[in-house]
């Protein structure tokens, strides 16, 4: 595993520079022997993708270097996006969020969530679909806003119409209340035409009430055709594949984030969506007696996230340069993570359809900590953002 030079190592453990009012240290530049790499039309051939929570922010605070690395990379017009698996709210809200605690200036153009690329699933605009997880409908409002999504139902909305689908949520109703709307259409099983459809599922955020929220999707799993209230006849049948289970037009299941950990601010990481998806797992298992679970998978590390990040960068650096931005290649992508099962594993797995490279960079500030063998191994683990950026900018410039 490569270590990061000496002199990049002193240039960390630099002196910090004056503080502004607002408490940020004076933008740096990494080193003055060496200015970042440009292509003869003046546009970098490479560019950073930046983990949030771990590597820019602990608990929604800042972390050493991170205004002054993004700061810099500005300065430089060196393109970069903010690409995490984090969610819960529409990403204009957070970056607004992102730009008031880092001090810095970010647009929507250059943010990817874990939910983000739901965006363009067209085909359930006009379909009705469960949203689950997040905190009240913020991720409903996403999806309807946002999105696009003309149909949307959460799991509060249907427990509040019908308390019995899960009666342990009686200590919640006073919350689901707060925010839940009107159905569509009843849950009626002796009238299944009638019946409340649901045609796709979307794990949007970590689900709050993994008791109710993995009932309802275990009801419409086993549904006949998505249709709450019903069983279909299909399941267990060993004459069909999957012993029957999952064959009757179910509507399909969408996760937007695998992460089994995240950093916040307890000492050690907590559980994130990952986490739900491996409880549920475990569920389905013990009803259909491991029959396979289809799901779809969204975020970090997956090929598909990382495709849909990087049609996200290279617009956004052609909104930098313009056309030049598109016809000029673009070489290589520094993925700075603190999180080897997603930012590690998903810059060294990637392969990319425009041709470039990407390197992982481990950084110490969040979930990965020193000392240990990482389960993936980067490029180069480093201590934070900063010394990570000082170093990408090093090898752009030997290459």
């Known amino acids: 595993m490569a270590a990061p030079s000496r002199s990049f190592a002193r240039l960390a453990r630099s002196p910090t520079l004056p503080r502004t009012r607002r408490s940020h240290p004076e933008p740096w530049r990494p080193c003055r022997t060496f200015q970042a790499k440009v292509q003869s039309s003046g546009i970098p051939d490479y560019a950073f993708a930046f983990d949030i929570d771990g590597v820019l922010l602990r608990s929604s605070n800042p972390l050493p270097g991170a205004h002054e690395a993004l700061t810099y990379l500005q300065r430089q017009r060196i393109p970069f996006i903010l690409l995490t698996n984090g969610g819960g709210k529409s990403e204009t809200e957070r970056v607004a969020e992102l730009s008031e605690k880092l001090n810095v200036e970010l647009n929507v153009d250059m943010f990817v969530q874990s939910h983000t690329p739901f965006a363009e699933m067209h085909e359930y605009k ?8 997040g905190d009240y409908d913020k991720c409903q409002l996403v999806a309807k806003d946002h999105y696009g ?3 949307v139902v ?3 909305d249907i427990v509040c119409a019908h308390p019995d689908i899960w009666p ?21 099983p002796s009238n299944p035409s009638e019946t ?18 993995s009932t ?19 399941n267990g049948n060993p004459a069909l594949p999957n012993r029957g289970y999952q064959q009757d037009a179910q509507p399909p299941l969408y996760y937007s984030n695998p992460d089994l950990w995240w950093a916040a601010s307890h000492p050690l990481p907590r559980l994130g969506q990952g986490g739900f998806r491996v409880a549920f797992a475990g569920l389905w298992d013990a009803v259909t007696g491991r029959a396979k679970l289809e799901y779809t998978m969204f975020g970090k590390p997956h090929q598909l996230t990382y495709e849909f990040a990087e049609r996200r960068l290279r617009a956004h650096r052609k909104m930098l340069f313009g056309q030049r931005g ?9 993925m700075v993570g603190d999180n080897p099962e997603s930012d590690v594993r998903g810059a060294n797995e990637y392969v990319s359809p ?20 990482p389960s993936c191994e980067p490029s180069v683990i480093l201590e934070d953002v900063g010394e990570a950026v000082r170093w990408a900018v090093e090898d752009a410039g030997k290459s």
């Open 126 to 133: 006009d379909k009705t679909v469960l949203v689950v997880g």
């Open 149 to 151: 999504f003309q149909n």
């Open 154 to 156: 959460t799991p509060g």
């Open 168 to 188: 342990f949520s009686k200590v919640f109703m006073d919350y689901y209340k707060s925010f839940a709307k009107p159905l569509p259409k009843p849950i009626t």
């Open 196 to 213: 409340l459809k649901i045609d796709a599922i979307f794990v949007y955020n970590d689900p709050r009430d993994w008791g109710l929220d």
């Open 216 to 234: 309802i999707i275990l009801d419409l799993l086993l549904s006949s055709q998505g249709r709450l209230g019903t069983l279909s006849p299909q």
């Open 326 to 334: 598109l016809n000029d290649p673009l070489r290589r992508v520094y």
């Open 354 to 373: 425009f041709g470039s490279s990407w390197r992982s960079l481990l950084v110490k500030t969040g979930v990965y900590r020193g000392g240990t063998v």
